[in-house]
């Protein structure tokens, strides 16, 4: 993160940090106007082809795909166990539980989120899908950078930018996600180099992905939330492995209302943070 402007400094309430970010925001839309989507096109989550055999689909395409051996790797680390805890996941009816455009996994309510961010053994890995990287970003759109500069035009109105910049330091993982091989590699890194901590997750992902790979977050197993995009998302398996290989023309969107409720489970766990440091 950039080192010469903090604007959430721990020294100032989060309404004041929020405040200038958000001022800045303005200025930076009349200097420099981004491309957005012009209209909300009406697309269904997955569509009806999709749908069928899917945990079979991400099965089959997680393994298939797993071109480096990672996942394989962190799957031979505890073969039995991770077995077992998939199978458990593919017998119940749904792997997640959702409420609204948040999908619960490992947790029955967004209250239970709430209270495992207070914990203080807790570790939150914050996951962002490059498609709702704005096009002119700065790092790239298919890329695991992101300079969230508060300086820069494009991060200061970019939502990536604004939740990166009021994330607390300690605690907490933000990355920027291309693939799913990317996203579940870090998240096994992160649960066997830290066995001790209860690591939770906060991730923004197309509907269809959240379903697909519910099972296997359930396999690390760690608890958290996924985030469902809006806008151009990836709805049909075709879509999906084009835009696993960068190919993703198209803007996706995190609504206005949940962007709220993702700030504000970031003040909580800032304010957390902030208690235990005191
Ligand atoms: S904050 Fe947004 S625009 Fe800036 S580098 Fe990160 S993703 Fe790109």
Request: net charge positive; hydrophobic share 35%; glycine share 6%.
């Amino acid at each position: 993160m950039s080192d010469k402007l903090k604007i959430w400094d721990p020294s100032r309430s989060w309404e004041d940090s929020e405040k200038e970010w958000d001022l800045g925001k303005e200025k930076s839309a009349g200097k420099k106007t981004l491309k957005t989507l012009k209209k909300m096109p009406k697309m269904p989550g997955i569509t009806k082809e999709t749908k069928k055999n899917l945990s079979w689909k991400s099965f089959k395409y997680m393994l298939s795909h797993d071109e480096k051996g990672a996942l394989r790797k962190s799957l031979a680390k505890h073969p039995f166990r991770y077995l077992y805890r998939y199978l458990c996941s593919l017998a119940k009816k749904k792997s997640f539980v959702r409420d609204g455009d948040f999908f619960l996994y490992g947790l029955e309510t967004l209250s239970a989120f709430k209270q495992e961010l207070e914990d203080e053994n807790s570790l939150l890995v914050v996951g962002f899908s490059y498609c709702h990287k704005p096009h002119e970003c700065p790092s790239g759109r298919f890329s695991t950078d992101c300079i969230h500069d508060p300086k820069n035009e494009v991060c200061r109105q970019c939502f990536i930018g604004k939740s990166v910049n009021a994330l607390p330091e300690k605690r907490c993982i933000p990355l920027f996600i291309t693939t799913v091989h990317y996203v579940s590699e870090k998240i096994f890194d992160t649960v066997h180099a830290y066995p001790d901590r209860n690591v939770l997750f906060l991730i923004t992902a197309c509907e269809m992905t959240l379903k697909m790979f519910g099972d296997w977050g359930n396999i690390a197993p760690i608890k958290g939330l996924g985030v469902r995009l809006d806008g151009r998302i990836c709805n049909t398996m075709r879509a999906f492995e084009l835009s696993e290989k960068g190919v993703k023309p198209g803007l996706t969107v995190v609504l206005d209302d949940t962007q709220k409720k993702i700030l504000e489970l970031i003040r909580l766990r800032r304010e957390c943070e902030a208690e235990t440091a005191n």
